[in-house]
């Protein structure tokens, strides 16, 4: 019984110190996406190319949901993989022009290649919000029925898709078979 | 330190007090129109107590980040379309959760951040309460001498 009135607080603040220990390692800047498991937000909206698009054009499979920009260096970081996944047919990326200018995300897409079905314009930043974007690049995984399953914050490079894109989609066909 | 340099160095005290001065007032500029001074002061209060989801330590009215830009943006059109302040909250935490918030909702998630320092507040004072109750009773039981013992026990110390 003394024993255990002099190691209880001992092992209480071991505990609390490895909980402590381990917060200061938590990635306090990636945010949790409120919008998992939800409807894509409805948008009718012009896309750079000067189409309009709804909810409606959306691809009907799993697909990529890319937050781009032209003044957005780490969008370029990632931009060979989406390259690489849409000339292998990998999975179909819709881009987000995200607070852009029309002409300079033109220009962006003619130098660097355009690896996305098309780019919904987002100029003011309004779509944006109702998705929970704040900065690109952000990346989110959006099933056959236009529910968003997966948000990865900043640049998706090979080893990200390796590692936590291909086992979510994995899960998602395994679901609808 | 001649009058010269005593001049200097209080202009030097002054200006590193108003720069002191000056980013503590900081806030973005916006030049939103509203109809009345209650919105007005409900777009002030609302962009003080929302955090900006980019920048992490600032409020969405200190921030110059993109997102804060347009999130004051969606505050005012709210406000004039006649939004209460819960429900311009809601819309923020629907999209971006409890981080939006400086003070988070009470829920299930958050119930620890709330009530986790009452929680030790109580603990501590159970560990100070027993420690001073056994303080106290070591006091009382302590060992008195009789007059006898003390004078023996002034001739062991010699004195």
Redesign the interface.
């Known amino acids: 019984m003394k024993r255990l009135k002099f190691f209880a607080p001992v092992l209480f603040f071991v505990a609390l110190g490895g909980i402590l220990w381990r917060g200061l390692y938590l990635d306090s800047r990636t945010l949790p996406s409120m919008l998992i498991d939800k409807q894509m937000p409805e948008f009718a909206l012009g896309t750079v190319s000067g189409e309009e698009v709804t909810n409606k054009d959306l691809p009907g499979q799993i697909f990529l949901l890319n937050v781009w920009g032209s003044y957005c260096l780490p969008c370029l970081v990632e931009h060979p993989t989406f390259m690489r996944l849409s000339e292998e047919g990998e999975i179909p990326v819709v881009g987000i022009n995200y607070k852009d200018r029309n002409e300079l995300a033109k220009d962006w897409l003619s130098t660097n290649g355009n690896p996305f079905t098309y780019s919904i314009q987002d100029e003011d930043g309004r779509f944006g919000i109702d998705l929970g974007v704040y900065g690109a690049p952000e990346t989110y995984l959006v099933d056959s029925e236009g529910v968003i399953r997966y948000r990865h914050v900043s640049v998706l490079d090979e080893a990200v898709w390796q590692q936590e894109f291909l086992p979510a989609i994995a899960e998602l066909r395994a679901e609808s078979e | 330190m001649n009058s010269r340099q005593l001049h200097t160095f209080f202009l030097m005290l002054i200006s590193i007090f108003l720069l002191v001065i000056q980013s503590s007032t900081f806030a973005q500029v916006d030049t939103f129109e509203f109809e009345n001074n209650e919105q007005q002061s409900r777009f002030r209060q609302l962009s003080d107590e929302l955090r900006c989801?980019?920048c992490?330590n600032t409020n969405l009215s200190g921030s110059t980040?993109?997102?804060a830009e347009?999130?004051r943006?969606?505050i005012h059109r709210m406000i004039l379309e006649g939004m209460s302040n819960e429900e311009i909250e809601q819309f923020m935490?629907?999209?971006?959760?409890d981080?939006i918030f400086y003070r988070p909702r009470l829920r299930a998630e958050t119930v620890l951040l709330w009530f986790g320092p009452i929680i030790f507040l109580i603990l501590g004072g159970f560990?100070a309460y027993g420690i001073f109750r056994r303080a106290n009773l070591i006091a009382k039981t302590a060992v008195v001498l009789n007059d006898e013992q003390e004078a023996k026990l002034n001739e062991l110390v010699g004195k």
């Open positions: 989801p980019m992490q980040g993109g997102v347009d999130l943006r969606e935490f629907e999209r971006y959760g981080f560990v």
